[in-house]
């Protein structure tokens, strides 16, 4: 027989503490909302345990009495995939209180760290055992690496370094029995059958709760140099790219471009990081190039491949950054352009990849479609061009209209673009995962094949549909 609800709350205080058993409203209501404020649930309660044992228990418990469970963990995601349904059937459970740094093995280059830790706390753990972590978000400082893992974040340095899957090396997870995997052996070679670590990554806890992750360290780069430049046109920012790859190859570590919509949205909300270049440029992009060899190496390599972009007229304007503080602003300025538009108020959000090449015609089709039907609409795009990954985004006229805007328009706007992204053989799906904002687009999008293997994959793991239902694949 299932338990009430009270006496589900009490065994749960059993396992946790019933401090750590969320249920009065004003203080479950940060657990019930997204990020955007796109998304709202109702929970039986939102849980803070302490560390993978007592998520175990959680979960046995909540298998056995059939109660669906939502894995959160610093609640930055833009998709929707940590927000609970409306039925108020589900039990959020928190990673944020299992935040320890296990180990530090600088000989191996790995770091060993519970989901709860911060990501901003990763890298600083990092630099202090004279190492780097190359993973680098806007939200870094409120997001957390078990969310991470969970979506396959991307970010600034996926050109050098890769996704998040590529930076870890083994998992802790809690599946849907309550079983615990553990898979931390920190190893970057392991034949041994199906590699069950990369199933959980950008699962978004469908499949299970990540607890701990082994991630890779890097040594820290000699010198950084960053580059603010000016493009004519998005073909001339991929030309300006290949020169650079070309010029500096693994050295490159970000190539971030910027329109001119998403400059102007980011001067009027944060006029102090209004861009240093003249004039107004219809792309501006963010150039960091990392050097092991020494500082002047690395500047030396950096002027020499503007020389050869201004020249061509890939460039128009450069401004290379003279100290820490210079470089640190370039880099906020492409940070706080996501902030503006949250400050601007809702807009029709698309997190595309595509191949490099096929990033100008995409851009160029998807502008002329839109304006057409909607001709006082902003598009607001930006992204990691250096690997494909752009955020192609749209707002009404006005900041004022653009909660009606997005109400009445979005669906039809989301399906336009994702139409343009399939004909160029691209994904709807670059760094932000699928969540529930686009979980009804997925078997289109991957077609029968992948769909039923994904469906299939699920049913084996989770066969009540426990983990995270409704987000990333519907059953």
């Known amino acids: 027989m299932s338990l009430t609800d009270q006496e589900l709350i009490s065994h749960l205080q059993s396992i946790v503490g019933a401090e750590q058993v969320i249920t009065a409203p004003a203080d479950l209501e940060p657990y019930l909302i997204d990020w955007r404020k796109r998304y709202r649930g109702q929970a039986i309660a939102a849980l803070r345990p302490a560390n993978t044992q007592e998520v175990s228990e959680i979960v046995k418990l909540c298998a056995a009495n059939l109660i669906a469970i939502v894995p959160q963990g610093g609640n930055t995601g833009l998709c929707g995939g940590a927000t609970p349904n409306a039925t108020g059937r589900q039990v959020v459970i928190s990673l944020q209180r299992m935040n320890k740094v296990r180990a530090v093995d600088t000989s191996n280059q790995t770091i060993t760290v519970e989901a709860g830790v911060v990501l901003q706390t990763l890298q600083e753990e990092a630099a202090k055992a004279d190492r780097y972590f190359p993973l680098s978000l806007g939200a870094e400082g409120s997001c957390m690496i078990g969310g991470n893992l969970s979506t396959n974040a991307g970010g600034t340095s996926v050109l050098r370094y890769g996704n998040t899957r590529e930076l870890c090396l083994g ?100 006029p102090a990081l209004a861009s240093p270049l003249a004039g107004e440029n219809p792309y501006e992009v963010l150039v960091e190039i990392s050097d092991y060899e020494s500082s002047e190496h690395a500047m030396q390599l950096m002027e020499n491949i503007l020389e050869g972009a201004l020249e061509s007229g890939c460039a128009s304007d450069a401004i290379v950054a003279s100290n820490i503080a210079q470089a640190r602003k370039f880099w906020d300025m492409r940070e706080h352009i996501p902030l503006a538009q949250a400050d601007d108020g809702p807009n029709i959000k698309h997190d595309v990849s595509l191949p490099i090449s096929a990033i100008p015609a995409f851009i160029k089709t998807c502008n002329a479609l839109l304006k057409t039907k909607y001709p006082t609409i902003r598009v607001i795009n930006y992204g990691h061009l250096g690997d494909g990954n ?61 769909f039923h293997l994904m469906q299939s994959i699920k049913k084996a793991i989770d066969p009540n549909n426990l983990m995270n239902p409704g987000k990333v694949i519907n059953l």
């Open 390 to 450: 752009l955020h192609y985004n749209v707002a009404g006229p006005t900041s004022a209209e653009t909660e009606s805007f997005f109400t009445t328009y979005s669906k039809e706007i989301q399906a336009m673009v994702y139409a343009e992204v399939e004909r160029l053989n691209g994904s709807i799906s670059a760094e932000h995962g699928v969540g529930q904002q686009k979980v009804d687009y997925l078997q289109g999008h991957r077609g029968n094949a992948a």
């Open 171 to 270: 998992l802790e997870v809690v599946l849907p029995n309550g079983d615990i995997l553990n898979s931390l052996r920190g190893l970057r070679k392991d034949n041994t059958g199906y590699d069950l670590r990369d199933l959980f990554i950008g699962a978004e806890g469908s499949l299970g709760i990540i607890t701990a992750a082994v991630m890779k360290l890097f040594p820290i780069p000699v010198a950084q140099w960053t580059a603010l430049v000016a493009t004519p046109s998005a073909e001339r920012a991929v030309e300006l790219l290949n020169r650079f790859q070309a010029g500096a190859s693994a050295q490159l570590t970000g190539f971030e471009m910027m329109s001119d919509e998403s400059l102007a949205l980011l001067k009027h909300y944060y």
